[in-house]
Nanobody, 127 residues
Framework: QVQLVESGGGLVQPGGSLRLSCAVSGFSLDYTRIGWFRQVPGKEREGVSC???????YYGDSVKGRFTISRDNAKNTVYLQMNSLKSEDTAVYYC?????????????????????WGQGTQVTVSL
């Protein structure tokens, strides 16, 4: 059974930091691309960042220079370090995975390119 479980969300003041975690079970991070997405009510899901099994990364324009994605293969976990948080970053953050055995998976921030999704974790940036 494939599972993605996000954690680390919460309430933080503007300018603060949070680190989100995505624990992956059911397969290893080999040949796997992990993406972070976020969504607020009434808006489409927005791609935030992604990382491939080879370490390639990509960031949405709204978070470049503030967010950093990383992975720990031994723990089958991907992280999203979020710094200099703004009120506009408030959203439910989702972890997603695309697994392609035997091939390299390219970077992508398109939700349709992912097969598995976590339940999300709420991030609220407010005073």
């Amino acid at each position: 059974q494939v599972q993605l479980v996000e954690s680390g969300g919460g309430l933080v003041q503007p300018g603060g930091s949070l680190r989100l975690s995505c624990a992956v079970s059911g397969f290893s991070l080999d040949y796997t691309r992990i993406g972070w997405f976020r969504q607020v009510p009434g808006k489409e899901r927005e791609g935030v960042s992604c990382i491939t099994s080879s370490g390639g990364t990509y960031y949405g324009d709204s978070v470049k220079g503030r967010f950093t994605i990383s992975r720990d293969n031994a723990k089958n976990t991907v992280y999203l370090q979020m710094n200099s948080l703004k009120s506009e970053d408030t959203a439910v953050y989702y972890c997603a995975a695309k697994h392609r055995v035997g091939t390299v998976v390219a970077v992508s921030l398109a939700a349709v390119e992912y097969d598995y999704w976590g339940q999300g974790t709420q991030v609220t940036v407010s005073l």
